[in-house]
C-alpha cells in the first residue's frame, strides 16, 4: 500500500465513524466541566480508549489521559491534544445550571477528534505502516480561569502551575513528545466550514489584584472609610487612560473582571479583588505593558489611600506554529477543504497554553471554522457537523501519515532542523522565577 492509499483508507474509516465521533462530541458537550475539575470529560475518554482497546495512563494534570499507538518503528512520537475544559457562560442554552460552564470554545469537537483519529488508525492497522508513534492526550484546563481558586491550589502544592499544559510539561507529560498538534473550532459565515492553517497568537501575564481600604458607615460617616471600590475603579480608569500608547503591533490585552466588589451596600467597600491577563505579541511587549498596567492600577490606590496588592502570576507564552510542519497540514487541508476554503490566518491576540508547547517543541494549531455565532458567547453553535467530526480529523490523521510514512523522515526533519527555546528544565525555571518576581 502507498501513502495516499493509506490517507484514503483512514479518512474512509473517519467518516464511517462519523455517528461515534459525534456522538462523543455531543456526550461531553452536554456535561461541561471547567479546567482541573473535568472528571466525568476524563471518564468519557478513558471509556472510548477501553471501547477501542488503547491502553491508557491517567491523572497527568489531575484529569488529563494518555494514550500510545506505537508504529513500526519508534523513530519520533507526535502527539495529537485534545482538551477537556470548558469555559463559564450562563447564558448558553447548553451551560451547566449550578457552575454555569459551557463548551462554547468547542474543546468537545477537539476531544471527539482524537478519538476519531485514533480509532481510524487502530481499526485500519495504519500503525504498522508508519516509521513513529501517535500519542493522543487529553488535557486539561486550557483556558486560564478561576485564577484565584487555582493559584490557592498553587499554594497549597496541588498544582505547579495554573495552565494544563504548563503544569503537564512540568509533570514530564511532553518528555516522551517530538511534535505535537491540536485544533481549535473557529466561527466562520462559510457554509461550507473553512480550515485556517494558523499564525502566531499572544501570551500573557495572569494578575490578581487586590485593594484593602477602610470599612465605615455608607451615608453616616464615608469620611471615616477608604473605599476599595472607588480606588480599583480608578485604577481601571488609569490603564484606560494608557492604552492610547498601547502599539497596535503589539497587539495588547487588558480585560479585568471584579470578583469581590464589596460585600454590603451600606457600608464603605473594604476590600476588592480583580483578576485579568495583560496580553500582548512578544515576550518584551508583555514586560513593558504589564509594568505600565501595575502603574496605572497603583495609581488608583494611591488616590484614594488604598493599598493596592498586584501578584502577576505566569500565563502563556505567545504561539509559534512552525513553518515546516504548517506545511504539511497546508497541503492536506487543501486537499479536504478545497483551495478557497482554506485560509492563513493572521496573529491572533487571543492566547492558548500551546504556545508554551511551540517554545519546547514543533507545533501547529489550525482553526476550523464550522461555528455559528461568537467563541465564547451565548450564541455558539457547532452549525457545520461534518466539518466538525469528519473533515477536520480527516487533515489531522493525512498530517501524521505524512510526517511518520516512510521511517517518519518527515516528522525526523523537522525535529532535527527545531530550535527550541527552552528545554522542560529552563522552561519550569523561567516560569517559577516570573513568579518569584526575579
Ligand atoms: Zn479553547
Ligand atoms: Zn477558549
Redesign the pocket.
Do not use: A, N, P, R
Given at each position: 500500500m502507498d501513502k495516499e492509499q493509506l490517507k484514503k483508507r483512514v479518512c474512509e474509516a473517519i467518516r464511517r465513524n462519523f455517528a461515534e465521533t459525534q456522538a462523543l462530541g455531543h456526550s461531553i458537550f452536554a456535561e461541561p466541566e471547567l479546567g482541573f475539575k473535568e472528571v466525568k470529560t476524563s471518564a468519557k475518554v478513558k471509556a472510548a480508549f477501553d471501547a477501542l482497546g488503547i491502553a491508557h495512563e491517567d491523572g497527568w494534570g489531575h484529569t488529563g489521559v494518555k494514550a500510545r499507538l506505537k508504529g513500526a518503528n519508534s523513530t519520533r512520537t507526535i502527539a495529537l491534544l485534545g482538551e477537556l475544559d470548558a469555559?463559564v457562560c450562563r447564558k448558553h442554552e447548553a451551560s451547566d445550571p449550578v457552575t454555569g460552564a459551557a463548551h462554547c470554545?468547542g474543546h468537545n469537537v477537539q476531544i471527539a477528534n482524537v478519538l476519531a483519529v485514533a480509532r481510524a488508525l487502530k481499526e485500519t492497522g495504519a500503525m504498522e505502516l508508519l516509521g513513529g508513534d501517535v500519542v493522543f492526550f487529553a488535557v486539561p484546563a486550557e483556558?486560564y480561569v478561576e485564577i484565584d481558586y487555582r493559584s490557592g491550589l498553587r499554594k497549597e502544592g496541588k498544582l505547579r502551575f495554573l495552565g494544563g499544559k504548563q503544569q503537564i510539561i512540568a509533570e514530564g507529560g511532553f518528555d516522551d513528545v517530538d511534535l505535537a498538534m491540536m485544533m481549535h473550532v473557529n466561527s466562520t459565515k462559510n457554509p461550507n466550514g473553512d480550515f485556517t492553517v494558523g499564525a502566531s497568537s499572544n501570551g500573557f501575564v495572569g494578575k490578581l489584584i487586590e485593594y484593602h481600604g477602610r470599612a465605615a458607615h455608607a451615608a453616616g460617616c464615608p469620611e471615616e472609610g477608604i473605599n476599595a471600590l472607588n480606588a480599583a475603579m480608578l485604577g481601571v480608569m488609569g490603564v484606560n487612560a494608557i492604552r492610547e500608547t498601547f502599539r497596535d503591533s503589539d497587539c495588547v490585552r487588558f480585560h479585568p473582571i471584579i470578583n469581590a466588589g464589596g460585600d454590603l451596600v451600606n457600608v464603605i467597600p473594604d476590600y476588592v479583588k480583580m483578576e485579568s491577563y495583560c496580553r500582548a505579541a512578544n515576550v518584551e511587549a508583555l514586560a513593558h505593558y504589564n509594568s505600565a498596567i501595575n502603574r496605572a492600577l497603583r495609581a488608583g490606590g494611591a488616590a484614594l489611600g488604598a493599598e493596592c496588592v498586584i501578584s502577576d502570576l505566569p500565563g502563556y507564552l505567545p504561539l509559534r506554529p512552525e513553518p515546516h510542519f504548517r506545511d504539511v497540514l497546508r497541503a492536506n487541508a487543501h486537499e479536504i477543504f478545497g483551495d478557497a476554503n482554506t485560509v492563513e490566518g493572521e496573529h491572533s491576540a487571543g492566547s492558548t497554553d500551546m504556545g508554551d508547547v511551540s517554545h519546547l517543541m514543533p507545533v501547529v494549531h489550525p482553526w476550523v471554522g464550522c461555528v455559528s455565532g461568537t467563541?465564547?458567547g451565548a450564541d455558539y453553535k457547532v452549525f457545520d457537523e461534518e466539518t466538525a467530526y469528519v473533515k477536520s480529523p480527516e487533515v489531522l490523521a493525512m498530517t501524521i501519515i505524512d510526517l511518520l510514512w516512510d521511517g517518519a523522515e518527515a516528522a525526523d526533519i523537522i525535529c532535527r532542523e527545531f530550535k527550541p527555546v527552552f528545554t522542560k528544565e529552563t522552561y519550569v525555571k523561567f516560569l517559577e522565577d516570573l513568579t518569584s518576581g526575579k
Open positions: 469555559i470554545c483556558e467563541l465564547h
